[in-house]
């Protein structure tokens, strides 16, 4: 699911919501570097098994993040989600 599914998800959920998975943690993180929600995602812990994530939790989606899930920001969107995209890649890297 990309990144504004989840927008759209999290929308007709009742906030704060708490997301499990960490495929929808790691597309939350887009979703709060392009500014569109507000949230807090604990740090993944590196185990002896592999990375393990907490859960994260919504807190808001923000003015810019209603205008997107209403269509007003299409394209400026597309280019902050992409950027975004970039960023949570070059963070995870280190």
């Given at each position: 699911?990309?990144?504004?599914?989840?927008?759209?998800?999290?929308?007709?959920?009742?906030?704060?919501?708490?997301?499990?998975?960490?495929?929808?943690?790691?597309?939350?993180?887009?979703?709060?570097?392009?500014?569109?929600?507000?949230?807090?995602?604990?740090?993944?812990?590196?185990?002896?098994?592999?990375?393990?994530?907490?859960?994260a939790?919504?807190?808001?989606?923000?003015?810019?993040?209603?205008?997107?899930?209403?269509?007003?920001?299409?394209?400026?969107?597309?280019?902050?989600?992409?950027l975004?995209?970039?960023?949570?890649?070059?963070?995870?890297?280190?």
């Amino acid at each position: 699911m990309p990144p504004m599914e989840l927008l759209h998800q999290i929308a007709r959920e009742p906030l704060p919501c708490t997301i499990y998975a960490p495929a929808e943690i790691d597309k939350l993180r887009v979703l709060r570097a392009a500014e569109l929600v507000t949230a807090f995602i604990p740090p993944a812990e590196t185990l002896p098994h592999g990375e393990s994530h907490k859960p994260a939790q919504v807190l808001s989606i923000t003015d810019k993040g209603q205008q997107a899930l209403e269509g007003g920001l299409e394209d400026a969107v597309a280019a902050e989600l992409a950027l975004a995209r970039m960023h949570c890649r070059n963070q995870g890297s280190h």
